[in-house]
């Protein structure tokens, strides 16, 4: 008997062995089969994931910032150990004590699935797991995925740190709101880092990971306040808070900035504006798209501030008040729909949904607004974000409208959209709501420093958000006359002087479509003119015999070399700027008159550091030789030496920055611009006024504005570059100066001054005074030659009558410059415009 059931036992034990070796041999063969040809963790230990790139201020301040995921990485030793408690507990309670799974959790996940026939099923993933399914699986649910998940759980933990495994967990999870990782979460919910995260609010987070969607802090906020006060449960019954603490905060209510609990942290930033879409787009260039919106940048941006607000303001309000002169209406083009008016609720919810421009603050900030009833004296409107109280009716009075032609019923219609500010008296008291609209015609304003170019502010259009197209970088037009310095750039350093005559009388040319007869702005000819009063009054005959003389290949290489066109046609049209660049290459080129004829590279971005904070780029290569001298006194400072490439002779930049200096105090802007620091600029008016241009500078600024419609067509009787940018170059520089100051233009050695006669080129005395006199700075051992002029060896009629200051002189004969005799004088047909410069 005793024998039979030991033997049974033995037969029991023995088959229950051989199950276990079964069981054993197949996990082990499951094992060794999904182990085979996964991808490789030991890629963890180096892991960077996608991080958010910011661009700061001089100052340190963020302006923008740019993502794919919207990402801050901690590092875990920075990550407060309250918020990686509450993750732990909401996660995996056993984290730092398994092995890369929990055989426990996964038992229960399932009996589970047993008991409920497959109705339930939870997951039993641990932390570790997760980084697995995150990082190198897909996030399906099959047996074979949670197979590999463990394999490579357990693999992990004997190559990383509990510490580092945690990093990427909390660095990589997604937590709705377009919030990856939990710093980024915790700016997103709250407007904090995580340092200042209660734990009430830590086990917000830690509630996320589960499904964000489904535990959205407004619409599913009961959801949401059930799973947070259980992880705070969970946090107590672990030991990392204190049954005191758990009752206080359990207390708290369920708070976050979606809703309205907290001001979000967007909110804090600037809008997005041309300056930072700029460098979004030079920086994906220059490093690729995806390092840029992936590489975690720090980008240091030369901008100033208050000099940007001022840039745009500036450009905003010429541009309004050319608008609002034309006397048309054409609103924002948007239309609510009917059915959407007659309930606040409704129409707000569309109106904020709406995509219009809310960027404006011009005299006020502009906001989008609907029509919700037309009278005869007045219109009723709802304003976006805006409620109306007694003081502040939302209406708008048939006044308002009295710039432009017709009645309201005319111009408006039930659900127009459309832009409204405050009108207010000058103490600031509300006068009444006001139409306003972005105009039709566009613009563009850079300012840079002269010596580093340094972009201090861009304006690439009236309203980024309703243009992202930037006119200073992107739109190609013709500069018209504010290219005319580089002709007589080129002229004064193959020999000619600011005192050199040139005829100014007709000229016709037979080119392929047809005869060409350019004209002056005036309708006039001057004849024998210096170069000086050639470019204070912005001739075009004489810009085009100078060109003629000195030769088109030669401008066109100076054009290349200072960087406004890749490759110049060497056409003589050209010469008056007929050929198409961009205001930012205007502006950098004119920087290199006033520093000296130095290269100026144009920059808005000072320094870029990666993640890691290694400078990865900085912009200025000059070296300070006794920066880290303590020694240096109090009133010197450091000694920085320029490396630059001289782009031209710094007597010849001089003598051009003296011309266009007469430009401001006498010329084509004399009426526009008036500072109080010596100021040197060149206008630009192209055929029909399609484009207008001011750029101009001081001894340490350069500005330029462009203003023209987008396609193109004349601006109209009266619209100059100086009439027109002139004002928006006075109000931006008496900012700047305020700011930055200015002095006399630097005159570089190798020179001395000449007094000559303005008008006649004549020399006079050292004594001689008057408002014909100017002192002209002449190379020294080139001592000038008075009395020849230059034709350009264009054919000029007999008997033409001159124009001269007072009136009109007798018939002149001149020696051209092949020693010819001509006479000067008489009226001619000038034809059709010229392409280029007018004025």
Known sequence: MLRAILTFFGTIFSLVTLAIMLIALSIGAIFHIYGKDLPSHESLANYTPPTISRIYSGEGRIIDEFSRERRLFTPAEDIPDLVKQAFISAEDKNFYTHHGYDARGIAAAVVEAVRTRGRDVRGASTITQQVMKNFLLSGDRKIARKIKEIILATRIEETLSKEKILELYMNEIFLGQNSYGVAAAAQTYFNKPLRDLAAHEAAMLASMPK??????????????????????????????????????????????VQNGDFEPFGKSLPPRDYFTDEIRRQLSQDFGEGEFFTGGLSVRATIDPELQIEAANALQRQLEQYDRNQGRWRGT??????????????????????????????????????????????????????????????????????????????????????????????????????????PEVQGGFVAMDVNTG?????????????????????????????????????????????????????????????????????????????????????????????????????????AERFGVYDSMGPFLANSLGSEETTLYKMVAAYAMFANGGERVEPTLVDRVQDRYGKTVYRHDQRKCTNCNDPAIPQSQGPRIVSNREQVMDAVTAYQLTSMMKGVVDRGTASGYVKLPVPVAGKTGTTNDARDVWFIGFTSNIVAGCYIGYDQPRGLGRGAYGASLCGPVFQQFMEKAIGKYGGGPFKIPPGGHFIKIDRFTGARLSDEAQGDYVVAEYFRDGEEPIFGIMFDGGFAMGNDLELFSVGGSDSVREVTTSTGEKAKVGGKASFGSLSSGGLY
């Open 211 to 256: 499904a964000p969607s489904d535990y959205h802090p407004v619409r599913e906020k009961k959801r949401l306040l059930t799973r947070r006060n259980f992880v705070l449960k969970e946090m107590k019954e672990n030991g990392y808070i204190t049954p005191a603490d758990y009752e206080t905060e359990v207390a708290q209510p369920l708070r976050s």
């Open 333 to 438: 083009g948007k239309t609510l729909p009917a059915e959407v008016l007659g309930n606040r609720q409704d129409w707000q919810e569309v109106l904020a949904a709406l995509d219009v421009a809310r960027d404006i603050d011009l005299n006020g900030k502009w906001y989008p607004a609907v029509v919700l009833e037309l009278g005869d004296q007045q219109m009723r409107i709802g304003i976006d974000g805006v409620e109306e109280t007694e003081a502040e009716p939302h209406v708008v009075p048939r006044k308002d409208i009295a710039w432009l032609p017709g009645d309201f019923a005319k111009t408006f219609k039930l659900g127009d959209v459309v832009h409204v500010r405050r009108m207010t008296d000058d103490d600031g008291g509300f006068i009444r709501w006001t139409l306003r609209q972005v």
């Open 454 to 558: 340094r972009v201090l502010s861009m304006q690439g259009g009236f309203s980024y958000q309703n243009s992202v197209f930037n006119r200073s970088t992107q739109a190609m037009r013709q500069p018209g006359s504010s290219f005319k310095p580089f002709v007589y750039a080129a002229a004064l350093d193959s020999g000619y002087s600011p005192a050199t005559i040139v005829i100014d009388a007709p000229i016709e040319i037979d080119t392929p479509q047809g005869l060409w007869r350019p004209r002056n702005s005036s309708n006039k000819f001057y004849g024998p003119t210096p170069l000086r009063t050639g470019i204070e009054q912005s001739r075009n005959l004489m810009t085009i015999r100078l060109a003629q003389e000195v030769g088109m290949e030669v401008v066109a290489d100076y």
